[in-house]
């Protein structure tokens, strides 16, 4: 039996997880929004070993996962801290989160395109984003021009040249 359609189920249930942690934080249930950005991550880590221990590796799976990444690690962490912990710095909070937004998709199109190679350039989105999610923990410990200097840091690095190390050992996909 084939099974080359489970790691896709795996990438689907990160969108879709993505898409409840951005209902849940419309809702004001942000332990929960940032509950569902961390199951999303595992989501993430298990679609790509999958892909390569069935050597089912595609472009259409590396497509499919760079969509989910960026509603999943992309849009929800930016408006579960925008909404949660910058409410109250107004333009600059919106600035900094659709920056991060447009510095994670450009950095998953650079990946899209890019040959496989032992390592990422630029901070993977999956790193970035549940990195900026865990400062939904910080109940008010962090001024929120922290939060932004962050969310900027986060981002140019994202975009960045700065090699990041892969964990993927003898596989070749992501």
């Known amino acids: 039996m084939k099974w080359n359609w489970l790691p896709s189920m795996f990438t ?11 209902l ?8 929960l929004a940032l509950t569902m950005i961390l199951l999303a991550a ?12 069935l050597h089912c590796t595609s472009d259409f799976g590396k497509q499919l996962d760079s969509l989910a990444d960026i509603i999943s690690f992309g849009l929800a962490p930016a408006f579960l801290i925008l909404l949660y912990k910058l409410e ?3 333009w600059l909070g919106t600035l900094a989160a659709v920056a991060f937004l447009i510095c994670g998709a450009l950095r998953l199109a650079r990946f899209n395109i890019s040959a496989s190679s032992k390592g990422f350039v630029g901070m993977p989105i999956t790193a970035a984003g549940v990195i900026l999610s865990m400062i939904s ?3 008010g410990r962090m001024k929120p021009e922290y939060i932004v200097v962050l969310m900027l840091m986060l ?3 994202m975009i960045s040249r700065i090699p990041f190390p892969s964990f993927k050992k003898n596989f070749n996909r992501k």
């Open 12 to 22: 689907l249930a990160n969108l879709g997880i993505g898409a409840f942690s951005l």
């Open 24 to 31: 849940f934080t419309i809702q004001e249930r942000y332990s």
């Open 42 to 53: 595992l989501c993430d880590v298990i679609d790509g070993l999958l892909a390569r221990w």
């Open 88 to 90: 109250n710095v107004q």
């Open 137 to 139: 923990l910080l109940d």
């Open 155 to 157: 981002s140019i690095m």
